[in-house]
């Protein structure tokens, strides 16, 4: 009803026919060159098949592209000693520096996130239509303006492009080993000072140091059973003035809330104020406290960390922009044998560890999704044989599509080897178009395996060629789309269009010359069929 005869036979119709029909003979000409010449042609199909690898083994890699989600966060470390106030006041420098940056539209700290001395804060970005800079470009100026801050360590970070992970920066590896703290600390600054010196992180950090300051009481035993004092009566003093610890509760406002009793603040700054509390003798005298009681001073561990029921300790950065976490795993996984002793183990967090355990699947995915479509085509065609020549054009398509992340226009990731394998159903149809048509050519009119193939290259043409163009036009929006998922939905359609269009090309000239060598000859099956219905007929 639509497409009639005399749109047919338009104009512009007829202007197409003939440009097509010079590409198909242009084609024929070029193609018989190739089949005259046809070890060359194979062997730079075997050209094309070993850069794969090289391809693939030297594009950078990560989990996902980082994404602009509006929002810069930071996490912020003062010293271990700090206590709330000073983690108030360095926290009021903050806001300070976020409300510098015109991006930000609102801003936030929370002092106290695990502990006293941290926080955690970050600046929500104006929407893109209002700025000109994104998340990642204003990271390393936020955290050029945050580290000027010199009372506390503050190390700001993106959030993870893909849900799942622990939080906190984006590279973690923790080392864990039945050692004591105090070598883990080593094991561990000996991998920051490596990290430091690399050059690809912005900051370096861990969650182990030796940087909290303790007090040692010691009881003079012989001189508290002269005056009358138990352990018990001088421990529950302490508790009770210094412990912080609840004693019971009360009801205020529909409300539950503890009572901890506690000297003021002022009161318990400096040892000398253990000359100011008195416990009471059997006797009912009160005593001095110091009387019986000595304190030291002595640096702990800030933290008794576990990992697999080991001593641990989590090595914590940020990449450099520009560098991608597969980057950032394999400088890690290259340090940790020079600098970690037998019996030292590492094991990753948070983002890494998505793209450790998650984002390394290509391989296993490309394999099943290989052997799924052979499977497929060889009940189709009903030979071993003929999915093989249809598959070859799957590495020459991948090698297109490795091409711009070799060049660094994307990068391997999970949407990017969603790509990947999307070409693998893609690009076998142009095989199955000559292929299919090639073996029928043979059955029917008894043509040799060069000139099947070579008729069925020229008449397949232009179905070959609209193919590509519809796909490769239909992405096109990917590839110039912005705003929220723009980078994901770009990796998707720079791999499906590159491979197509490279792959396609390749395809072409390489997949006619394989036939020739691997297509099994028709020209006997069709004989025997047609003598059978001859017998059956006479």
């Keep these: 009803m639509l497409l009639t005869r005399e749109m047919a036979e338009s104009g512009f119709a007829r202007r197409v026919d003939i440009f097509f029909s010079a590409v198909t003979r242009r084609y024929g000409r070029i193609l018989a060159g190739s089949l005259n010449y046809r070890p060359v042609t194979v062997l730079f199909a075997v050209v094309v098949l070993v850069g794969v690898g090289f391809l693939y083994t030297h594009s950078t890699a990560e989990l996902a592209p980082p994404e602009d989600q509006g929002v810069v966060f930071a996490m912020g470390k003062a010293p271990q000693y700090a206590n709330l106030d000073y983690t108030e006041k360095y926290g009021r420098q903050l806001d300070q520096t976020y409300a510098a940056f015109p991006e930000t539209f609102a801003r936030f700290v929370v002092n106290g996130f695990q502990g006293v001395n941290t926080n955690i804060s970050g600046m929500i970005l104006a929407p893109w239509s209002e700025r000109t800079r994104s998340s990642m470009k204003l990271l390393p100026l936020v955290q050029q303006g945050l580290g000027s801050i010199a009372g506390m360590d503050v190390f700001a970070f993106n959030l993870p492009p893909l849900p799942g992970t622990v939080g906190g920066m984006p590279v973690q590896m923790v080392l864990y080993s039945p050692a004591d703290f105090r070598q883990v600390f080593t094991m561990m600054e000996a991998v920051k000072d490596r990290a430091r010196k690399s050059g690809l992180f912005i900051v370096v950090d861990s969650d182990l140091a030796y940087n909290n300051p303790v007090?040692?009481?010691?009881?003079?035993?012989?001189?508290?059973?002269?005056?009358?004092?138990?352990?018990?009566?001088?421990?529950?003093?302490?508790?009770?003035?210094?412990?912080?610890?609840?004693?019971?509760?009360?009801?205020?406002?529909?409300?539950?809330?503890?009572?901890?009793?506690?000297?003021?603040?002022?009161?318990?700054?400096?040892?000398?104020?253990?000359?100011?509390?008195?416990?009471?003798?059997?006797?009912?005298?009160?005593?001095?406290?110091?009387?019986?009681?000595?304190?030291?001073?002595?640096?702990?561990?800030?933290?008794?960390?576990?990992?697999?029921?080991?001593?641990?300790?989590?090595?914590?950065?940020?990449?450099?922009?520009?560098?991608?976490?597969?980057?950032?795993?394999?400088?890690?996984?290259?340090?940790?044998?020079?600098?970690?002793?037998?019996?030292?183990?590492?094991?990753?967090?948070?983002?890494?560890?998505?793209?450790?355990?998650?984002?390394?699947?290509?391989?296993?995915?490309?394999?099943?999704?290989?052997?799924?479509?052979?499977?497929?085509l060889a009940a189709q065609f009903e030979s071993l044989r003929d999915p093989l020549v249809i598959l070859v054009a799957v590495p020459l398509s991948i090698c297109g599509a490795l091409l711009p992340l070799f060049f660094?226009?994307?990068?391997?990731?999970?949407?990017?080897?969603?790509?990947?394998?999307?070409?693998?159903?893609?690009?076998?149809?142009?095989?199955?178009?000559?292929?299919?048509?090639?073996?029928?050519?043979?059955?029917?009119?008894?043509?040799?395996?060069?000139?099947?193939?070579?008729?069925?290259?020229?008449?397949?043409?232009?179905?070959?060629?609209?193919?590509?163009?519809?796909?490769?036009?239909?992405?096109?929006?990917?590839?110039?789309?912005?705003?929220?998922?723009?980078?994901?939905?770009?990796?998707?359609?720079?791999?499906?269009?590159?491979?197509?269009s490279i792959g396609t090309l390749f395809t072409l000239f390489v997949l006619p010359a394989v036939y020739t060598l691997l297509a099994a000859d028709h020209r006997e099956s069709a004989g025997a069929v047609r003598a059978a219905e001859i017998a059956a007929v006479s």
């Design 408 to 500: 660094g226009v994307a990068s391997i990731n999970i949407y990017t080897q969603v790509g990947m394998v999307t070409l693998i159903g893609l690009i076998s149809k142009h095989g199955i178009l000559m292929t299919e048509f090639a073996n029928q050519l043979q059955r029917r009119e008894n043509l040799d395996r060069r000139t099947a193939i070579q008729r069925a290259a020229q008449v397949r043409l232009r179905p070959i060629l609209m193919t590509t163009a519809a796909m490769v036009v239909g992405l096109v929006p990917l590839l110039v789309a912005n705003g929220a998922g723009a980078a994901s939905r770009f990796s998707i359609g720079i791999v499906i269009v590159a491979g197509m």
């Design 215 to 376: 007090v040692r009481i010691h009881v003079d035993r012989g001189k508290a059973n002269d005056l009358g004092l138990t352990m018990q009566t001088i421990g529950d003093t302490l508790a009770l003035l210094v412990g912080e610890n609840y004693v019971n509760y009360f009801e205020y406002s529909g409300r539950s809330y503890q009572v901890i009793p506690q000297v003021p603040r002022r009161d318990r700054l400096t040892s000398d104020d253990l000359g100011h509390y008195y416990v009471k003798t059997t006797s009912g005298v009160s005593v001095p406290l110091s009387t019986v009681v000595t304190i030291d001073t002595g640096i702990d561990p800030n933290a008794l960390t576990q990992f697999n029921q080991l001593n641990a300790a989590t090595f914590s950065a940020v990449p450099m922009p520009g560098v991608t976490m597969g980057q950032a795993v394999s400088f890690l996984e290259a340090t940790a044998p020079d600098l970690l002793p037998a019996g030292v183990s590492h094991d990753y967090l948070s983002e890494s560890r998505q793209y450790v355990k998650e984002g390394n699947q290509l391989a296993i995915t490309f394999a099943f999704a290989l052997i799924t479509i052979y499977l497929v």
